[in-house]
């Protein structure tokens, strides 16, 4: 099932979404700080389960071209 939020097509459901949240140490913003920092800017963001983890998938845009990574949201930010 895909989700539809704005423009912007999403895998899974906005249930699946909220139901991920509570287990998230991170918030969006952090997350797309932390992928961010690998280089590219962050064009898009939604929660998931990878490997029984909560986290976030974020599509970047890098050079012109699109990428996309996951990062852990179980795992407490960086202080």
Wanted: charged share 20%; proline share 5%; glycine share 8%.
């Amino acid at each position: 099932m895909t989700a539809i939020i704005g423009a912007a097509a999403f895998p899974g459901s906005h249930s699946a979404m909220v139901a991920l949240a509570p287990r998230l140490k991170k918030t969006m913003p952090q997350a797309i700080e932390e992928a961010e920092k690998q280089g590219g800017i962050a064009m898009s963001a939604w929660i998931e389960e990878q490997n029984r983890r909560a986290g976030f998938t974020i599509k970047l845009v890098r050079n012109g071209r699109v990428s996309q990574t996951w990062i852990d949201g179980e795992t407490a930010p960086a202080a």
